[in-house]
Nanobody, 123 residues
Framework: QVQLVESGGGSVQAGGSLRLSCAAS????????MGWFRQAPGKKREFVAA????????SYADSVKGRFTISRDNAKNTVYVQMNSLKAEDTAVYYC????????????????WGQGTQVTVSS
C-alpha cells in the first residue's frame, strides 16, 4: 500500500523554525511531483509549496515565499519543507501529497496524501 508519512511538526514560538519531512513508501517517488498543503481550523486546505520530480523546479504560495523552502531527496524517497520565521498564521495541519501531473499547484491533481502533522505557532 502506497504511503506518505509526515513528521517534524510541533509547537514553536513566532519567529522560530521547523523542518517537516514526508517519507514515501511503495511509490516510485521520482516519478511524482510533491506538494505541501495546510489546513487551519475552520479554513479550506491551501497550497503551500511544491517541487517537481527532479527537484529542479519549485513553487510557493505568496504567504510563505521567502520563508519556506521545499526540497526532496529521491534517494531517500523523502520531501522536506524548511519553515523559517514562522508566524501565528502558519498554525495548521500540514499535509504532503503526490501528483503525476505537471501542474503542481492544483490540489485536484494530488491523488496520494499523508495523514498530516500539526504545526502550532504561538505569538
Amino acid at each position: 500500500q502506497v504511503q506518505l508519512v509526515e513528521s517534524g511538526g510541533g509547537s514553536v514560538q513566532a519567529g522560530g523554525s521547523l523542518r517537516l519531512s514526508c517519507a514515501a513508501s511503495r511509490l516510485t517517488f521520482s516519478s511524482y511531483g510533491m506538494g505541501w498543503f495546510r489546513q487551519a481550523p475552520g479554513k479550506k486546505r491551501e497550497f503551500v509549496a511544491a517541487i517537481n520530480r527532479s527537484g529542479g523546479s519549485t513553487s510557493y504560495a505568496d504567504s510563505v515565499k521567502g520563508r519556506f523552502t521545499i526540497s526532496r531527496d529521491n534517494a531517500k524517497n523523502t520531501v522536506y519543507v524548511q519553515m523559517n520565521s514562522l508566524k501565528a498564521e502558519d498554525t495548521a495541519v500540514y499535509y504532503c501529497a503526490a501528483t503525476s501531473l505537471s501542474d503542481l499547484s492544483r490540489q485536484y491533481g494530488y491523488k496520494i496524501w499523508g495523514q498530516g502533522t500539526q504545526v502550532t505557532v504561538s505569538s
